[in-house]
């Protein structure tokens, strides 16, 4: 069965950085491309970023893109998000996914405040 299984959530301040990981069971993690996900209170889930299933191509939202990586270890199948110069805008909690949404984590939250 498809597991995945997120951590690394935390506070932080703004401006501060954290990585989060995915570890991913069940499936062939190596040859599916995986993606995280985000949900801010009042919002609707929006993708935050998605990578190819070798890694080597990535994509990201206009409002993380050049502040989170999107990585991926297929040796372990783990997946992570580096977040580097948080805003309090990222506050949410983040799901790992794979695919685009076919299936979820978790999630792991992360809150950016001072």
């Known amino acids: 069965q498809v597991q995945l299984v997120e951590s690394g959530g935390g506070l932080v301040q703004p401006g501060g950085s954290l990585r989060l990981s995915c570890a991913a069971s069940g499936f062939l993690f190596r040859i599916y491309t995986m993606s995280w996900y985000r949900q801010a209170p009042g919002k609707e889930r929006e993708l935050v970023a998605f990578i190819s299933s070798a890694g080597s191509s990535t994509a990201y939202a206009d409002s993380v893109k050049g502040r989170f990586t999107i990585s991926r270890d297929n040796a372990k199948n783990t997946l992570y998000l580096q977040m580097n110069s948080l805003k309090p805008e990222d506050t949410a909690v983040y799901y790992c996914?794979?695919?685009?949404?076919?299936?979820w984590g978790q999630g792991t939250q992360v809150t950016v405040s001072s």
């Open positions: 996914s794979l695919g685009r949404g076919d299936s």
